[in-house]
């Protein structure tokens, strides 16, 4: 059937090209809120990253070393990478030092030290390597962020986890209720940021 000059098949296309489009367009903004969140709204973050959804492959011009060292990725797999804006943002934020990755087998003693050169750590003075708490060797990072957070009480700070989809944590601090506010728009696109003692 026809309708206005269009089948309704074709209509049907345009509306859920339409919806595609507002939903890849929500993604973008809230992935860019959270980034806001998490860097204290890092002018240069915040820039960089708007840049690099508008125009993904001067992201892999910039951090083409980067892409194939770290993550060693094929030419033909960085833009598949790239695209992903919540994958994009995720890096970003580790690039700009706001969050780190480590391995769900980290050891402490690194796992301290890489969460202690996070900027917000830098910024509020905390090195978490000098703090006289009962870390166990044998302990985890869900095990040792719980006892970070006990400390950070008074700072109103806790250890918060993007979750990639790797057998990785992406760590950073962050102010407890920005860490709440972050669960909810992380969930809203189906993705999770929680506290690391609850990853």
Request: aromatic content about 10%; overall charge negative; charged content about 35%.
């Amino acid at each position: 059937m026809w309708l206005f000059g269009k089948k309704n098949n074709d209509i049907a296309k345009e509306q859920k090209s339409s919806v595609e489009t507002v939903s890849e367009q929500s993604i973008e903004e809230m992935c860019l809120k959270i980034a806001e969140m998490i860097s204290g709204n890092d002018k240069c973050v915040m820039t960089e990253l708007k840049e690099s959804y508008a125009n993904p492959q001067a992201y892999i011009a910039k951090y083409h070393e980067h892409l194939s060292g770290d993550y060693m990725l094929e030419e033909n797999e960085m833009e598949a990478y790239v695209s992903d804006k919540w994958w994009l943002m995720t890096d970003l934020l580790e690039i700009k030092e706001y969050v780190c990755k480590r391995d769900w087998k980290d050891e402490l003693e690194d796992f301290l030290y890489f969460l202690s050169e996070t900027k917000r750590a830098v910024s509020e003075n905390i090195r978490l390597d000098e703090l006289d708490l009962p870390f166990s060797e044998e302990g985890d990072i869900p095990e040792w962020s719980a006892l970070i957070d006990k400390e950070l009480t008074n700072k109103n700070l806790a250890v918060g986890n993007i979750e990639t989809e790797s057998d990785e944590y992406t760590v950073f601090l962050c102010a407890v209720d920005v860490l709440e506010r972050l669960e909810k728009c992380a969930g809203a696109m189906n993705h999770k940021i929680t506290f690391a003692k609850k990853a």
